[in-house]
């Protein structure tokens, strides 16, 4: 069965092929531009102890570099013993994220680097305790002069670019799919070519985990039996409850157990889970697929996610700096088909207002928050309904989607 915005099959053509080929650089925000030594800090502080509260614990203590930067667990054990309420996630290809956490409750990797530090069940150290702790080791000073000689002080700022950065560096590695993308035709077995096939076709998983790392970046409903709300509380909204990020696929099969709760044990179990029938409840996503799959099925789409797993170490990729479209004048409507804004990046007057219309089959959420208070928030847009977004002062506005935030937009008010 055709899935409307599907990306096909795959194996058919090179353009098919294309869409999953990895980024030929790795995007560093202008705001963080990328420099060796700063990597090189962030390399350290990563695995310093010394950031948690009593000293006992580093973000490689849970995103183990050996464990492809999780932990293998289903959910890692908080200070007090307890597990944590959800699974260590995947780092890599971070560079490409849009928000962070299972909810994307941090806008970017620098907001994202103080929550662990602060939680008092993960690293329990106030923003004052970790300066303190860092500017206390010698080795110190001298690279954060180096990874900011502008203004080389320990701050928390420093601290979460310099992790930032070297997150940025983390990269999914090489698989037999990525040689099969560069034209080793043998790469692929039969068994994983039909996954491919279904994968991209009538199973539907590409509605969600799309592009070269498999994902939409945005958070869907996708049936999991467990009271955790998700995207739903964040947003504020309830058609977004159990709602997750769609995890990248790369690596997937080195990242067992599975799901924002480690609930499901092995890539066999998360297709059950998707051949079953799912919960009756408003949030549930309308793209999760409704299909029988055989047996051979099962097994064809296990065998393709296998063929995901690594088994070469990432190829060195330069760093550039993210760079967005040129501003065109706005047209009197920007549409939102295909989970895609039909513009990226337009131009208004100030006191203009910017008409947005979904006319895409799945809600939407626009919205902007500035620096100077300003924020625009559009609730749930059902599919047909139109939305005049007002932008009252000149200035940059960065609108985004709250559901699916690589869906973007730049609105310059002159
Ligand atoms: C006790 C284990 C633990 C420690 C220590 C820890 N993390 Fe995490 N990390 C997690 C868990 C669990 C989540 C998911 C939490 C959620 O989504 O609510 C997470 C989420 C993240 C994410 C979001 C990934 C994504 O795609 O959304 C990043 C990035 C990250 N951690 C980096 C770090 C950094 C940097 C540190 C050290 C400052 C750190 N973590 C320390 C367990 C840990
Ligand atoms: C409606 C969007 C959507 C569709 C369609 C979809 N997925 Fe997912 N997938 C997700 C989300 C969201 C999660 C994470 C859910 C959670 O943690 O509770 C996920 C999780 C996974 C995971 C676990 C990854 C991890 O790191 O935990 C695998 C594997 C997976 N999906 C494979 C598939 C396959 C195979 C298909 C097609 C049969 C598919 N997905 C269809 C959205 C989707």
């Known amino acids: 069965m055709p899935w409307p915005g599907h990306a096909g099959d795959a194996g058919r053509d090179a353009a098919g092929r294309a869409v999953y080929v990895r980024p030929a650089a790795i995007p560093f925000p202008a705001a963080n531009p990328f420099t060796q030594a700063k990597a090189e800090l962030g390399r350290k502080l990563f695995s310093d102890p010394a950031l948690a509260g009593a000293g006992d614990r580093a973000c490689a203590s849970c995103h183990d570099p050996v464990l492809a930067f999780q932990d293998g667990r289903a959910r890692a054990d908080g200070l007090d013993g307890a597990p944590l309420p959800r699974r260590t996630p995947f780092i890599a290809d971070a560079a490409w994220g849009e928000r962070f956490f299972w909810d994307g409750r941090a806008a970017s990797l620098e907001e994202q680097a103080l929550g662990p530090i602060q939680n008092p069940r993960e690293m329990n150290q106030t923003l004052d305790g970790l300066v303190r702790a860092v500017a206390a080791d010698p080795a110190y000073p001298p690279l954060f002069a180096a990874a900011f000689p502008e203004a080389p002080r320990i701050t928390a700022d420093t601290i979460a670019k310099a992790l930032a950065t070297f997150e940025r560096t983390l990269l999914s590695p090489q698989s037999r799919f990525d040689r099969w993308l560069a034209g080793d035709d043998q790469a692929l077995d039969d068994s994983a070519r039909r996954g491919l096939a279904l994968f991209t076709g009538a199973a539907g998983c590409t509605l969600c985990h799309s592009g070269w790392a498999l994902t939409d970046h945005a958070f869907h409903d996708i049936g999991r039996p467990d009271e955790d709300l998700g995207r739903g509380p964040i947003l504020g909204e309830a058609t977004l ?174």
Do not use: W
Not at 241 to 256: C, E, I, M, Q, Y
Not at 272 to 299: F, G, Q, T
Not at 356 to 374: K, L, M, P, S, W
């Open 241 to 414: 409850d159990h709602a997750f990020k769609t995890p990248s696929l790369r690596n997937v099969g080195n990242r067992a157990p599975y799901m924002h709760d480690g609930s499901l044990p092995t890539l066999a179990a998360v297709i059950e889970h998707y051949a079953r029938d799912h919960p009756d409840r408003p949030s549930l996503s309308p793209d999760l697929p409704r299909i029988d799959l055989s047996a051979a099925d099962k097994a064809d789409l296990v065998a393709f996610l296998h063929a995901l797993d690594g088994e070469a170490p990432a190829p060195a990729l330069p760093a550039v700096i993210a760079e967005s479209l040129a501003a065109v004048e706005a047209p009197p409507v920007i549409r939102q088909k295909d989970k895609q804004f039909s513009l990226a990046h337009v131009r208004l007057r100030a006191g203009q207002t910017l008409i947005v219309h979904n006319d895409d089959r799945r809600e939407h959420n626009v919205r902007y928050a500035t620096d100077a208070g300003r924020d625009y928030n559009s609730g749930i847009q059902e599919p047909g309904d139109t939305v005049a977004m007002p932008f009252p002062a000149p200035g940059t506005y960065h609108v985004y989607c709250g559901i699916h935030p690589k869906m973007k937009l730049d609105v310059d008010v002159e």
